[in-house]
């Protein structure tokens, strides 16, 4: 930046305010004289109590400005809650669904297991009776024989 000539600040699009009553144009505060004479009081008075309500406006301004401020902190805080709440009742969904599975993977192992299990005692049954059976006419045979 050094060797080049500063850049002029851009040209208000709006004429600035007056702050007068009478509409002339306040005197900027650098301009004012240390010593106020009689013919500038009212003037300078009427400077003064423009730049009061200035000084008004911009603390009215500010302070709408922190509450808005505030107010969107507030929802984004409020969204984040939901959010994390919907989070949380759909983790507590899921974790619910998967422990319903796992108890119908549960039933139905035991199902198949009780299912073999019957198998198996019938399958012992039918081989016992078989042999009942079988031994009951291997007697008959033998006494048919022997009569």
């Known amino acids: 930046t050094a060797g080049r000539p500063p850049v002029a600040a851009?040209?208000?699009s709006t004429p600035p305010r007056t702050g007068r009553a009478d509409g002339a144009a306040m005197t900027p505060p650098a301009t004012l004289s240390p010593s106020v004479s009689a013919t500038s009081a009212p003037s300078s008075l009427a400077?003064?109590?423009a730049l009061l309500g200035l000084q008004a406006?911009?603390?009215s301004l500010t302070q709408q400005l922190s509450d808005s401020e505030a107010a969107r902190q507030a929802a984004v805080r409020a969204r984040?809650?939901?959010v994390a709440a919907r989070d949380a009742r759909l983790e507590e969904a899921?974790?619910?669904q998967r422990s319903a599975a796992?108890?119908?993977d549960a039933a139905e192992q035991e199902k198949r297991t009780?299912?073999?299990k019957a198998?198996?005692?019938t399958a012992e049954a039918d081989e016992a009776r078989n042999k009942q059976v079988a031994k009951a006419e291997r007697r008959a045979e033998r006494e048919k024989q022997r009569a």
Request: proline share 8%.
């Open 119 to 121: 198998l198996a005692l």
């Open 57 to 59: 406006r911009v603390a």
């Open 47 to 49: 400077e003064a109590h």
């Open 102 to 104: 796992a108890r119908a």
């Open 80 to 82: 984040d809650d939901m």
């Open 114 to 116: 009780t299912v073999e």
């Open 94 to 96: 899921q974790a619910s």
């Open 10 to 12: 851009p040209a208000p």
